[in-house]
């Protein structure tokens, strides 16, 4: 029997399957996770994917009743229904993959726009000889005022390398030019690589982008080191206020992963860090505050005001990354004190720097950033949600990571929990943690004030006590019962209440209603993998239809990637930044009344 | 009887003195010790001053006798011979003093031509506040906007001192803004200064300058440390060529010594390095780069290119000089491979970007750099002339340092020498060696080819043997005979050879006849002090009227001061830079026979 052959994008893995195996057994076999809480019976709808070529089995009657209308409409298929019949390609939206596959760098590839902030420029140059005795820089001078470039200048750092280069290569060089100034020199053709990072409180995001075909040719993830000295935000800027040296230590190993990073990304693409000659960097107001080497103290006391909102560029040798001599560091526009730049990446990435439809963008974290963008008009604000949805004060909550509870249905009664790399349980991630709430909401074992009631052979205790075990200490992976308690419910109340507030602030002070938000749209790495009916569930989100939620995974690093290539996306976050306005939820007059609706469940 | 006060001019040293002292007394009682080889007998010339105010004894005869028609016309007086008659203020020529005072620093103060590069803006800003949360750059930007600044724009290394100045200053700040960019921070009505420097193989002449009045503050000196990695250009870049890390060491060291030199200065003008917002520092083409971090190994090697010729700006702090965060240093354009942004300095301190007359300017050091200007035309070339004039490769030659023998005559037979601070004899420094080679000639005790002959007592042996003791052992103050060899007069004519064949050269190339110099400009430091009489008598110098000599002193450090303070005068250094017309002197085919001629004594 002859195998076909499947292809899982935006991985790129491959397997081959005989004739009949469900994509979610060909995925499973190329070690390609997909959310599967079900076990295969097509009724949790997370492993859905979208194919693009080749030929399936027909849709079977429990994807008709799982999947929506649109979703139907637009290819969806379960894999776990769906049977190879040729060669085919899927694409695997980032929901639905588990956590081992949930690399922060994952994400919708950026449109490309390209319109270069880097060229190339190739020439040969006549060398030094008795008879011509100019100078090094005086003859490049020449040559590119040759090639209509009279004005292109090296700054001190890129003058010093120009000796040697040209003696090494013959006289024949290939220059990155970045509008007048030199920030390479290279060997005659060399490609011209730039570097876009996501710098999260948690985790960096790093792609090394062709800088002429704007493609991503490697990606690689890793924790923020800065974790050490301070799980958040907050956290890092009283540690740098208050220990001698101590925004420099961060900044120092912040600079150190990026380099490694960087290093990693050069062996990946089998290049060297001499050709990465660009780097746009994309983090919170805190984290570009402290990458730059910006004083964080305005930052943590009240008014709370950034240093510096514009764009900023700098000599990337200047805080001691190691790329090309000359290479500057973009940094996009912060919006304001809790809105970084690395919300304004996220506008540009999910394609939202002018939407034509009322749009709703956030990205959940400690800081939940909302964006509200109607008729050419923009309101930003920031919530204070709160680590909850890290797995942060919560009683065995933990970060995604395997072992961790991340999908869980109580369907029937009957508790069904997936985990991450299917290991034996060993706590509750955000995803987790936002669905056993919601699904206890809907089984009516939780009232709208977040208070347990009925009855389910795993609630265990009555009153403030009573706790619902989501794995009895026998099937864990540490011996212990792995338990949501009241606390527990309350922690998802108050994030849940502070995101919820914003939106309503926000709405409220565009004069819209709920339902007129036509486009909503989940960001970031818990964004990517939260399940939205859930979010709907506990009244996290509004209930719109569902077609209106887009999930769109790291589109902080997509829009990273596309300031790198793109000077028109540099002018786009420009403009988003001067036209935004900034609510401050705090200054709001009907805040704490709208906070407090919000806390309700649902 | 009442005492009248002498004022010294250019070194402001002030003493008061009985009616009827002499200039010289009154200078010695002031710590001044000028050059008075005959012992105050007025037969020397050494202590020609000019009196600027006050009422001095009319000339005497030995004046009338020693002095030229055009020092009497101007007014010059011998201090040996004039009395005090009331409260005086005279001038003393650079080639009066002897060395103790032969400050590198000294030189004619520049003319001020104040254009300024940095231009101090005051602002009040409105602070941050619940109901105003801009960032803080964009406050201030708005600030600039109304005082129609809209386009200043701050660096990274300016900007993260902002959130603290604003509000250490109670948000009123004093910017220093360098065209557009602001590049340094303080508090409310502070001074502004820039540092000049002239960087010398051999010495540093560093000062601190007002940028709003344009004065000099202070003044101070320091030998390079670079002389311990090597005495003269050549050594050092052997040494930046062959030590791992060497190159490194070098700037490192010099930068070092240069930011000594900063502090010695804000000390003295009672200010802070902050304040120092702009440097400017000129060097021959080897310490410009090494300085600047560009590699030398092109400098060594045929064809002996600069790697830069072009004028330079860059941040001071990359290469670790501690002005204000965000100051530059602006460094003039290289001239050739051996003529050096120095060369364009004292052009420029010389006034000499476009001189009327016909002008020959030399800078007499181990290399000396010539230039003739003649019509708008400007020639240049660079002479090997060696380190004897620096008291290397002479037997018992040295430094400029007490002790040194550094004016000589025979007169009458009779040999008069004079050390410096009238210490017993060590040796005999630059304008020592150079006034008895001139002395010996005169008096017929030696020939055109350099060999002695005649008789005089203190000339011992016969043939190449034969030497002339200056000083014998008993009156040393290392008990051991200073003498002057054949060997140590080859030397010279060796040095004065390579002088004037590339004198010589350029009126060749020129089509000028010598008698056809107009001007005839000797700077720095051994040229300010040598006797141009005696460089006329060997031969080193063509036999114009006296009056076309003008010694300048250190006009490189007046062209870095004025290059400091004034955007036109960068203007006039480019133009310099692209006018100038080298002159490889070992390309010129009738290079060996003018040398060879040149190496006779006249």
């Given at each position: 029997m002859s195998n076909f052959e499947?292809?899982?994008?935006?991985?790129?893995?491959?397997?081959?399957?005989?004739?009949?195996?469900t994509l979610l057994t060909a995925a499973q076999q190329a070690g390609v996770d997909l959310v599967a809480v079900c076990g295969g019976e097509g009724v949790c709808g997370g492993c859905r994917v979208r194919p693009v070529e080749g030929q399936l089995s027909p849709a079977t009657l429990t994807e008709k009743a799982e999947l929506s209308g649109n979703d139907q409409a637009a290819g969806i298929r379960l894999a776990c229904q769906a049977e190879v019949l040729s060669d085919t390609r899927i694409d695997i939206p980032p929901e639905s993959f588990t956590a081992p596959q949930r690399l922060q760098v994952e994400g919708q590839e950026a449109v490309i726009d390209l319109n270069p902030v880097i060229l190339p420029v190739d020439l040969e140059i006549p060398p030094a000889s008795r008879q011509d005795l100019r100078s090094d820089l005086t003859r490049v001078k020449a040559a590119?005022?040759?090639?209509?470039?009279?004005?292109?200048?090296?700054?001190?750092?890129?003058?010093?390398d120009l000796p040697g280069k040209l003696r090494a290569n013959g006289w024949r060089i290939r220059l990155a030019l970045r509008g007048d100034e030199v920030v390479a020199i290279l060997p005659p053709e060399s490609r011209l690589y730039g570097l876009a990072v996501d710098v999260g409180t948690t985790k960096l995001a790093a792609y090394l982008v062709d800088l002429v075909s704007g493609e991503t040719a490697a990606k690689a993830g890793a924790m923020n080191p800065q974790i050490a000295y301070g799980e958040d935000v907050i956290s890092r800027i009283a540690y740098a206020n208050e220990q001698a040296g101590g925004a420099r230590t961060l900044q120092a190993r912040l600079v150190e992963t990026l380099n490694n990073l960087l290093a990693e990304l050069c062996a990946e693409a089998q290049t060297c860090c001499e050709r990465v000659v660009e780097a746009v960097l994309v983090g919170n107001t805190a984290m570009h505050h402290l990458l730059v080497g910006l004083p964080v103290r305005q930052?943590?006391?009240?008014?709370?005001?950034?240093?510096?909102?514009?764009?900023?560029?700098?000599?990337?040798?200047e805080i001691g990354l190691e790329l090309a001599p000359g290479a500057y560091i973009y940094l996009p526009p912060n919006l304001a004190g809790y809105v970084g730049a690395d919300h304004v990446?996220?506008?540009?990435?999910?394609?939202?720097?002018?939407?034509?439809?009322?749009?709703?963008?956030?990205?959940?974290?400690?800081?939940?950033?909302?964006?509200?963008?109607?008729?050419?008009?923009?309101?930003?604000?920031?919530?204070?949600?709160?680590?909850?949805?890290?797995?942060?004060?919560?009683?065995?909550?933990?970060r995604a990571a395997p072992g961790a509870i991340e999908r869980v249905r109580l369907s029937g009664g009957k508790l069904k929990i997936q985990t991450i790399n299917a290991q034996p349980p060993v706590g509750i991630c955000g995803s987790?943690?936002?669905?056993?709430?919601?699904?206890?909401?809907?089984?009516?074992?939780?009232?709208?004030?977040?208070?347990?009631?009925?009855?389910?052979?795993?609630?265990?205790?009555?009153?403030?006590?009573?706790?619902?075990?989501?794995?009895?200490?026998?099937?864990?992976?540490?011996?212990?019962?792995?338990?949501?308690?009241?606390?527990?419910?309350?922690?998802?109340?108050?994030?849940?209440?502070?995101?919820?507030?914003?939106?309503?602030?926000?709405?409220?002070?565009?004069?819209?209603?709920?339902?007129?938000?036509?486009?909503?749209?989940?960001?970031?790495a818990f964004g990517t993998y939260l399940d939205v009916e859930s979010a709907v569930t506990i009244g996290m989100f509004p209930n719109l239809p569902r077609e209106?939620?887009?999930?769109v995974g790291n589109a902080a690093g997509s829009g990273a990637r596309a300031l790198l290539v793109s000077t028109r996306q540099r002018q786009l976050a420009e403009e988003i930044s001067l036209r935004v306005a900034y609510v401050e939820l705090a200054n709001h007059p009907d805040f704490m009344n709208v906070y407090i609706r919000a806390l309700a469940f649902g």
């Open positions: 499947v292809i899982l994008q935006p991985i790129g893995r491959r397997v081959k399957v005989p004739v009949g195996t590119l005022a040759e090639k209509s470039l009279p004005g292109a200048c090296f700054s001190r750092r890129v003058a010093v930052l943590g006391e009240s008014p709370y005001v950034a240093a510096v909102s514009e764009a900023l560029q700098f000599p990337a040798r990446a996220m506008l540009l990435g999910a394609e939202l720097a002018a939407p034509e439809k009322t749009t709703l963008a956030l990205d959940i974290g400690t800081n939940t950033e909302i964006s509200l963008i109607h008729q050419g008009k923009h309101l930003c604000c920031s919530c204070a949600s709160g680590p909850a949805f890290e797995g942060a004060h919560i009683r065995d909550g933990m987790g943690i936002l669905e056993i709430v919601a699904e206890l909401r809907k089984a009516n074992l939780l009232d709208a004030r977040g208070a347990f009631g009925g009855e389910h052979p795993c609630l265990m205790g009555t009153g403030r006590g009573a706790e619902f075990v989501l794995a009895p200490a026998a099937e864990t992976g540490h011996g212990r019962d792995i338990k949501v308690s009241r606390a527990d419910v309350n922690e998802i109340q108050l994030a849940k209440g502070a995101i919820r507030a914003g939106i309503d602030i926000l709405l409220d002070q565009a004069g819209l209603l709920e339902t007129e938000i036509q486009s909503f749209i989940v960001a970031g209106r939620f887009m999930q």
